[in-house]
Nanobody, 129 residues
């Protein structure tokens, strides 16, 4: 299983960016996919997740600004980030939960790093003027 994250870059405050996570070896629509981020000197933290049924969870700090989505034909998960703030600066990682078509999983499960069996290499987002 490989996850390839891409799309990071330098964005001004208030700007937008979309990062991608292309998967191989697993079909993303059959698994919980998550986005996490890690800022310098901080723990990796949950950002968003999309369940196999399509419903999504978000950390409070990004609700209304970030959107997680999935393109089944491309086997890719996206994180659209709008109204970016300097505090969004981090390396963004995507993760895949190996459980096949998991039945209902709550926010705590999806937000737990230990849920995810595979990780992409990360893509850097810097929000600065």
């Amino acid at each position: 299983v490989q996850l390839q994250a891409s799309g990071g870059g330098l964005v001004q405050p208030g700007g937008s960016l979309r990062v991608s996570c292309a998967a191989s070896g697993r079909t993303v629509s059959n698994h919980i996919m998550g986005w996490f981020r890690q800022a310098p000197g901080k723990e990796r933290e949950f950002v968003a997740a999309i369940r196999s049924g399509g419903s999504a969870y978000y950390v409070d700090s990004v609700k209304g600004r970030f959107t997680i989505s999935r393109d089944n034909a491309r086997n890719t998960v996206y994180l659209q980030m709008d109204s970016l703030k300097p505090e969004d600066t981090a390396v963004y990682y995507c993760g895949l939960d190996e459980t096949f078509r998991a039945p209902f999983r709550d926010f705590d499960y999806c937000a737990d790093r230990a849920t995810y069996n595979y990780w992409g290499q990360g893509t850097q987002l810097t929000v600065s003027s």
